[in-house]
């Protein structure tokens, strides 16, 4: 889709930092190139530091060098790029600052203004109240709001409250770049595309979902923000909560935000709680010790630089959500997530029930298997479904065999580029269009779900289980489907 775009003023708050360097404006330059920027657009980089323009545009220069491969780049996409990128120095804290964005006329009558907060949330309220006392809270601007938004229910709520007294929720993005990725979007065209698979997206023909995010990185040198987060408020909370509820939630009437938004926290509000003695027989925690990861050794999270040793923060989670209402009933959905695994994978699985009775032999019997949807988010994107087939041969007689019905996304659209999570969400932002986008409701349920499951924990004295680095985790994270009979879809 080629959406013709009204100009509009990109300010990027935190906009010499470490997100926008590696993705926002790497994300904004491929949309350059896809010529989906209005001419008259224009990227405004704002932070503490004193900087030119000039010097601005080369630092994002030697960024673009080394994120976007050179390959697809030229000069004449460069310096159309270029011409669009300006700084403004704003100290987010010093409301006088933001005198300078009046200065550089941001907000014109004729275009949008997108506020991207790359920052530390704790500057969240400041930001918008300075916003709107120099008149910068308009209807035709936005604000878009990275995570973490906060670290439970309680402190999430204040940011929120904060940047709600300048402005609406209409206004507010809070983005989860899982959103953007391609292969979730993917999944709703799966499941409202086709005839196929809503008739049988139900606890009568589903066993059990399993969502795996799997990352062989450690904390990349970031220990101490690591530290406070631990895997489930860095990954469970946001991520993984939101693909549940794209997996779970019932059809909306409409692809728009608030169709959407409404079926997702349908989904969070039936999340059972885990509480109590729960959480030691529906969760299992774990912390990366040294190991090895394709070849090569890696440090364990006491060895990393900054590091506690009285630190009890999860590396890892696993975990069985139920979702209590009609259509999931006894279906368990087995999450789980860790950093320093042994393959970098995303995936979401689907297993549906074993067929109801069996006209095969007891051979063929001991060989059939559930079938299996996959849909794999990354590294590559595809998506199989497994079936029972027939082994050729006449000598077989009805000996079967699983046999994957693979969907290649890659394969299938060979001339298209897949893109980045950021530019379809930084496109949806200049288009206002929040579907992708989380809404202040969604956030609070799921914190509130996280939470109750986080105070359990806290509630004890037990470790997080060690797991070597390049392992699948903890024993006990294999052990908890397999108490229920299941088990995990192997990588
Ligand atoms: C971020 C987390 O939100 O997502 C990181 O803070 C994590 O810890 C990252 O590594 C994973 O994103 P992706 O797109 O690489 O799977």
Redesign the pocket.
């Known amino acids: 889709m080629k959406a013709s775009l009204k100009a509009c003023d990109v300010v990027i708050f935190g906009g010499g930092g470490d997100l926008a360097m590696r993705k926002l404006l790497p994300a904004l330059y491929h949309l350059e190139m896809d010529g989906l920027l209005a001419p008259t657009t224009r990227i405004i980089g704002a932070s503490r530091r004193e900087m030119s323009a000039e010097d601005y545009q080369d630092k994002v220069r030697v960024a673009l060098d080394e994120f976007v491969p050179a390959s697809v780049g030229d000069d004449k996409v460069w310096s159309q790029f270029k011409a669009r990128l300006s700084y403004v120095s704003v100290d987010a804290q010093k409301e006088s600052d933001f005198a300078r964005l009046n200065d550089e006329q941001i907000g014109g009558d004729d275009r949008d203004v997108v506020f991207y907060l790359a920052t530390s949330p704790s500057l969240f309220g400041s930001i918008c109240s300075s916003l709107a006392s120099h008149g910068l809270n308009k209807d035709r601007m936005r604000v878009v709001l990275e995570?973490p938004l906060g670290r439970d229910l309680d402190s999430s709520r204040a940011i929120n409250d904060e940047v709600m007294e300048n402005f609406t929720e209409q206004q507010v993005f809070r983005i989860d770049?899982?959103l953007g990725?391609e292969t979730v979007q993917n999944l709703l065209a799966i499941r409202f595309g086709n005839t196929l698979f809503e008739p049988l997206w139900d606890s009568a023909h589903i066993d059990n979902v399993q969502i795996t995010?799997s990352?062989t990185?450690g904390v990349?040198g970031r220990w101490g923000y690591?530290d406070d987060a631990g895997a489930m408020r860095?990954?469970v909370q946001?991520?993984i909560v939101q693909l549940l509820c794209l997996v779970a939630m019932e059809p909306p009437g409409r692809m728009d935000a608030d169709s959407v938004r409404d079926e997702k926290i349908k989904v969070l509000k039936a999340l059972r709680p885990i509480e109590g003695a729960n959480a030691y027989t529906k969760t299992v925690r774990g912390q990366y010790a040294r190991g090895v990861i394709k070849g090569k050794e890696v440090p364990g999270y006491f060895d990393e630089e900054g590091s506690n040793p009285a630190s009890r923060t999860e590396t890892f989670v696993a975990l069985r959500a139920d979702i209590d209402n009609w259509r999931w009933a006894g279906v368990p959905f087995y999450l789980r997530t860790g950093?320093r695994l042994g393959q970098r994978y995303?995936e979401i699985v689907i297993q549906y029930k074993t067929v109801p009775h069996s006209i095969f032999s007891d051979e063929s019997n001991r060989q059939l298997q559930r079938n299996q949807l996959v849909i794999r988010l990354?590294p590559e994107e595809k998506i199989s479904l497994t079936v029972m087939n027939k082994v050729p041969g006449a000598s077989e007689g009805m000996n079967l065999q699983p046999v994957d019905l693979n969907l290649s996304l890659t394969e299938a659209f060979h001339n298209k580029r897949s893109p980045e999570?950021y530019e379809r969400l930084l496109l949806d932002v200049m288009r206002n269009d929040a579907t992708l986008f989380m809404r202040y409701d969604e956030v609070e349920a799921a914190w509130k779900w996280v939470d109750g499951i986080m105070s359990a924990w806290n509630q004890t004295s037990e470790r997080p289980k060690e797991y070597a680095a390049g392992s699948w985790g903890p024993a006990a994270s294999m052990a908890l489907p397999i108490k229920d009979g299941r088990n995990w879809h192997d990588y």
Do not use: L, R, T
């Open positions: 995570k770049h899982y990725k995010v990352e990185v990349e690591y860095d990954m946001n991520h950093k995303s990354q999570a």
